[in-house]
C-alpha cells in the first residue's frame, strides 16, 4: 500500500496528467486516468491535443525532472529516435539579430516529438501494476459535498470515487471553475497576457547533411519590437524535421505550402528557407495552424478556502506562451511536488492542496514573470506588467547581444531559460560586466537599422 492509500483519479491523460499519475502510483493504491480523447498505443497525434504536432522543445530542467519520474526515461527515447543535442553546440538559436556564439555546454537535449514523448509516457504508465486508463469517457463535473470533492460525473455513467482528483484537463481547464463553483469552492483569480501567437507546422523528411551543421536551429524575433516571427527546425525521430513558423500579435504564417516557403524565405535565417524548398514534405495537407491568443496563470495559490481532495496540475493552473517552451517541464515539477506534500500530510487533505499550490505557484513564479515579461517587448502585448520590465528587458537585450559572441554570457543565458539557474544569474556582477563589454561587439551592430513595420525583411546570405 502507498503512503496515502485509497484512489486516485487523474483527469485528462496528457503530458500533465501522465507526469501526474506517475506521482500518484507509488502514493495511492489504484490510480485511473480517465480522458475524453482516444488516446493512441503509438506516438500519433490527436484531437484533444492540437498543439501536438506543432514544434515542442523540452527544456533541459523538463529532462531531468522527468528523468527523476520516469528513470532511464532520456536513454529510452534516444534509443526510439529522439535527437540528442548539445544546446550550447548543436542548436543554432538566432535571437535579435544574429545567431548566438556556439560552444560546447555538456548539457544534454533531447528532440522528438511531442506525440513521442506523450506516448512514451504512456506506455510506462499503462505498465504499473496498480494504473487503469480509461478513454472516451468524459468527465461533466466534480462529485462531492460542500468544500469537498470524492470523485467526477461521467457523461451516462455513475460517478467514479476517488480520494484525491486531479484536474489535468489542461489550458481550458477555467471551464472547470463551474464544477468547483457547484460544491461550493470558490474559484481562482486569473490573470491573462495577451499575445496572438500563432504556429503554422510542416513535416519533412530529414536527410544527412539537410544542414551544414547542428542538429536543431530557433529563431525568435530578430530586431523586436518591429520583427515579430518566430521559428524552429527541430530534428526528431524517425529522421523528420518538425518545422513551424509564425509570430507575436498576428504575424502567423500561412498554411499553403507556397506562402509558407515564402515565410521562410523572408526570415533572416539563411538555412532555413533551403531546407523548406528542399527537404520533401511529410504531409499531405497543407500545414497544420494553432492560434493561442493569450497565456494564462490561475492562482489558486490566492485562495483562502480550497477543496480537500482535488487539485489542479500543469496547464489547468497555468498555460505558458509556447514559444518559450516551459509547460511540459512545469507540469512536470509540479507532479514531483505533488508526491512530496502527499507524503508529509499522507492525505489529499485542503490543507496539503494548500501547500502544493504554494509549492507550484513558486514553480511557476519565475517561468511566467521570464515569458510574459519577455512578450512585453511588444506594445501590443496586453496584460498586467511588473514594474521595471521595460528596464529588464533594455537590459536583457543586453544580455542576447552579449550572446552572440561571448560563450560565457550565452552559456549563463542558456541555464535561465532552461530553468537551470534562476534570472537572477544574469545580473551577477561578473556576468553584467561580460555583458556589457561583449554587446558592444555583436554583429548586428555592423547590420542596417531596423525599419517600422512588422517583420523587416532583412536576410543575410551568411551567418553571423
Ligand atoms: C502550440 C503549442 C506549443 C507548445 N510548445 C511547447 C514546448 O515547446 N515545450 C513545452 O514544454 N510545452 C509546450 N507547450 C505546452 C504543452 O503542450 C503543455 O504544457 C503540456 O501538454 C501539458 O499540458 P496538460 O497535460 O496540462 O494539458 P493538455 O496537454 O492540454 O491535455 C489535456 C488533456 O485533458 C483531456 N481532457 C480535457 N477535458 C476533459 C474532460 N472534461 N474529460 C476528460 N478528459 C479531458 C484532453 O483530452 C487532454 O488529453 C505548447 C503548447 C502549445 C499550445
Known amino acids: 500500500m502507498g503512503v496515502v492509500g485509497g484512489h486516485a483519479i487523474v483527469i485528462g491523460g496528457s503530458i500533465g496528467g501522465l507526469v501526474a499519475t506517475q506521482a500518484l502510483a507509488g502514493r495511492f493504491d ?8 482516444t488516446l493512441p498505443t503509438g506516438a500519433e497525434d490527436r484531437r484533444g491535443v492540437p498543439q501536438s504536432p506543432h514544434a515542442h522543445a523540452l527544456l533541459i530542467r523538463g529532462r531531468l525532472a522527468l528523468e527523476e519520474l520516469f528513470p532511464g526515461l532520456t536513454d529510452e527515447l534516444v534509443a526510439g529516435g529522439a535527437v540528442p543535442f548539445d544546446p550550447g553546440d ?64 461521467l457523461d451516462d455513467e455513475a460517478p467514479l470515487m476517488a480520494d484525491l482528483v486531479v484536474d489535468a484537463t489542461g489550458r481550458s481547464a477555467s471551464r472547470t471553475d463551474p464544477w468547483l463553483e457547484k460544491l461550493g469552492c470558490p474559484v481562482p483569480e486569473v490573470t ?23 542538429a536543431l536551429l530557433y529563431l525568435m524575433s530578430a530586431t523586436p519590437p518591429h520583427d515579430k516571427r518566430a521559428a524552429a527546425a527541430f530534428a526528431v525521430e524517425g529522421d523528420r524535421w518538425v518545422v513551424t513558423l509564425g509570430g507575436w500579435h498576428r504575424r502567423h504564417a500561412p498554411v ?18 533551403d531546407l523548406v524548398a528542399n527537404a520533401e514534405p511529410l504531409d499531405d495537407l497543407d500545414a497544420r495552424k494553432f492560434h493561442y491568443p493569450m497565456a494564462r496563470r490561475r492562482y489558486f495559490e490566492k485562495l483562502r478556502r480550497l477543496p480537500e481532495g482535488y487539485v489542479a496540475l500543469g496547464d489547468a493552473i497555468c498555460s505558458f506562451n509556447p514559444l518559450y517552451g ?29 501547500e502544493f499550490y504554494k509549492a507550484a505557484g513558486k514553480i511557476i513564479d519565475t517561468p511566467w514573470q521570464m ?51 534562476p534570472p537572477a ?30 517583420g523587416v525583411p532583412v536576410k543575410p546570405k551568411t551567418v553571423a
Open 30 to 37: 489504484q490510480v485511473t486516468i480517465v480522458d475524453r480523447d
Open 256 to 273: 499553403d505550402p507556397a506562402g509558407f516557403a515564402e515565410f521562410a524565405d523572408g526570415l533572416p535565417f539563411p538555412y532555413l528557407a
Open 90 to 153: 548543436d542548436l543554432l538559436f538566432h535571437q535579435m539579430g544574429a545567431l548566438r556564439v556556439r560552444f560546447p555546454s555538456g548539457k544534454l537535449g533531447t528532440s522528438l516529438t511531442r506525440a513521442f514523448l506523450e506516448s512514451s509516457l504512456r506506455r510506462r504508465v499503462s505498465a504499473l501494476p496498480n494504473v487503469t486508463t480509461r478513454d472516451q469517457v468524459s468527465v461533466c463535473g466534480l462529485a462531492g459535498v460542500t468544500g469537498r470533492v470524492t470523485g467526477v460525473e
Open 371 to 421: 515569458s510574459t515579461g519577455s512578450d512585453f517587448m511588444y506594445p501590443e502585448t496586453v496584460g498586467p506588467r511588473s514594474a521595471g520590465t521595460g528596464l529588464l528587458n533594455r537590459y536583457v537585450r543586453q544580455v542576447m547581444l552579449a550572446s552572440h559572441v561571448s560563450p560565457e554570457v550565452h552559456s549563463v543565458i542558456l541555464d535561465v531559460q532552461h530553468l537551470l539557474a
Open 192 to 214: 491573462t497576457v495577451k499575445i496572438d501567437v500563432g504556429y503554422t507546422t510542416r513535416l519533412l523528411r530529414r536527410k544527412p547533411g539537410d544542414l551544414p551543421d547542428g
Open 326 to 354: 516551459q509547460g511540459m517541464t512545469v507540469a512536470t515539477l509540479e507532479a514531483i511536488e505533488l508526491g512530496r506534500r502527499l507524503d508529509r500530510h499522507g492525505r489529499a487533505s485542503a490543507r496539503m492542496a494548500g
Open 425 to 454: 544569474a544574469i545580473m551577477r556582477p561578473g556576468t553584467m560586466v561580460r555583458t556589457l563589454r561583449a554587446a558592444r561587439r555583436s554583429p548586428v551592430h555592423e547590420q542596417p537599422a531596423p525599419r517600422p513595420g512588422d
